[in-house]
């Protein structure tokens, strides 16, 4: 087949879809007319390389059909061939905005297959870089909407502090956002006063900072306008399509992973959780906003309640052993040549292990045969079932909505595709 | 640029060359393709802390037919290839290519039936970017790069003409390599 | 809470419930392919149950001469807060089972994978078309015996 005629088969059968949708044109003018349009995979509102192909009556749009599958990756062809631990790598790219929180829900979900628990600093740690990465995470889905709405500065300045929060990441893990930081069973390596102090000294001018971006967008009158009531779902919509994260809590539903099924140290900690009824693109940018001052919150919490103590759990056949110990134990060094070539050997079982990410329920499915890597692993992402409510958000809307209402929904590509 | 039909090979074209080429190295247009997670340190090298427009290179147009400098950030996959593709053809010439990070220049961690294993299968590239992502700096070295080929006059999409003096301070060259 | 909505189905469908399986507290039900649609619907609508929330959908390959398929549905109850899985075997004889996107429409896109990775056909879907892979693929990467680097030249590039 050459590539003329590849081409020919994939248009004829999106425009087959576009044409299934029960839709109603009229004409009142000449000018009024059907149209078909197809935003991305290349456009700068649609945050990566989601392609929508949308149907105009006029101004509005008539019917939606988003198509993904532009970033597909192989993720989970690629994780039936590596073993548990070198999977952990792959996790950061998966919602790249926010690394960390998506290696500690990896690990959680192996974990939870090997039957450790890591210790009290150990999900202290995970829970203090968890909440840094939602902050960061948000800061961007913030200023990207901002941006895409039409208000560029917001980008700049939430990206400035970002840039801060990757000053730490790196002075943590040695790396900007490919952290890879998270063990089975424990962390790549204790997290050292001067990233505490980073952290402290991070968080003590932030809310300042957020503030400026606060009263920049909330007191616009146009970016305000610009959101309030676009993309309305209702309850019974969101909770069919499964939507999660701050996307489903806009519209009235605590649905939040780290209250109803509480992993880490969650339920030790006192946070709230910002939920709203409208269900609009302008809730969830508040939604958003309410989540990182909470997220705030919960960092200096753990950084005053954080114990001391060992940062790998006592499982000498399941956790990587310390570099220093390989080097000088006998034992340590054919754990570590154990754990290497042949891998974890979970038990056989299945197990899916959710948790509440920065975009919504992150979760992880895998199935073990006993084997070193995973017979088969499931990611549940959140941008994925996020994406499957677009249609619904924005058919009936005006096409300059469509930007609006993507920006809100915060997909990340990388997740969605796999 | 046509003059060099009107004037010939001569001592003044040259240097309008040079002068031009100097205007266009400071004035590079990016497109930037930001496909996955190198796109994201695409956005630092462009915002206030790494500062691209230093370079000249900040005004980033998100249409081909207004770009001179392709940036591919992130995993290109089939799929994507002939979106890519389709994009770097619609750019005016002349354009230069950068493949940011171990993605798209060589497939990176991706070994897998959907990840083209390099750009360079269906695109001539002009400057690699190693790294996974590489960091901004890396990228502003690789725009430094390319800074340098323009005005060394290496455009690939409008061939230089190759004057005498330049083909024997080639030569030259080659041999003081050789000789060293 | 569990135990109740197991005791339940196994009421409601002795015929259909072929297993129940229990690993690091979680449930998992093997039910007949036939009525998954029934036992789905009941778990939604029934008080006690009140599985609303479908968190995921997704198939496996067992690799085995008999029911190589597995679909897998991962639910949740946003009132009770507990979870449940189901499953289901597809034999590779036979590739269809139905859909269960009337019980809960986000369970279209999932299924839509499950299909474009293993090529399991839902009855009752109204869009099973490829999710990921372009139209033109022939084939189902995720099987066990598809090769990790693809077939070569199965997705054209355009031309250099
Ligand atoms: S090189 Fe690394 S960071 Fe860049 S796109 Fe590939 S995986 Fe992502």
New interface residues.
Partial sequence: ???D???D??QQ??LA?LE?KNTSVYFDDALDNEMILNMG????ATH??LRLLIKLDGETVAACVPE???????Y???A??VSYHEFI??T??LD??SPLMNNTAYVLAVE??V?IEAPKRVQYIRTIISEMARISSHL?GIGALAMDVGALTVF?WT??E??KM?DIFELLTGA???TSFTRVGGLAHDMTPEVITAIKEFIAQFPEKLNECITMLNTNRIFVERMDGVGVITQDQA?????SGPNIRAVG?E?DLRR??PYLVYNELDFNIPVLNDGDCLARYYVRLNEVKESVKIVIQCLDKMPAGPVHANEPKKVLPRKEQIYTRMEELIHDFMLINFGVNPPV????H?VEASKG?L?F?I?SRGEGHP??L?I?SPS??NL?STSLLVEGGMISDIVAVLGSLDPV??EA?? | MGLEHALGDTALTTTIDSAINWCRKNSLWPMPLGISCCGIEMMAFAMPRFDVARFGAEVFRFSPRQADLLIVAGTTTYKMATVVRKIYDQMPDPKWVIAMGACTSSGGMYRTYSVVQGIDQFLPVDVYVAGCPPRPDNLLHALIMIQEKIQRGESRSTPMTVTAERQEQQLLQIQGINNN | MLTTVIEKLKLHFSNSILDVREFRGETTICVNKADIVKVCTFLRDDESCSFNYCSDVCGADAYAPENRFEVIYNLYSLSYKHRIRLKIFVDESDLHCPSVISVWPGANWPERETYDMFGIIFDGHNDLRRMYMPEEFEYFPLRKDFPMMGVPDSIPLPRK
């Avoid at chain 1, 079982?349 to 899916?352: A, C, K």
């Fill in positions: 087949m050459n590539i005629q590849a081409m088969i994939r059968k999106i879809a299934n995979p290349q456009h700068p990566g390389v993904l599958g532009y970033l597909h990756r192989g989970e062809k690629l039936e061939n790598p792959h950061d790219r790249y905005l939870k297959l039957g961007l700049t990206f400035r970002r840039e990757y900007r956002f490919t909770i069919a399509m499964g939507m539903i649905h109803t099924q079982g299945e197990v899916y959710a329920e979760g499915y199935q017979w088969r499931k549940r994925f079932m499957q590509m990388g595709d796999k």
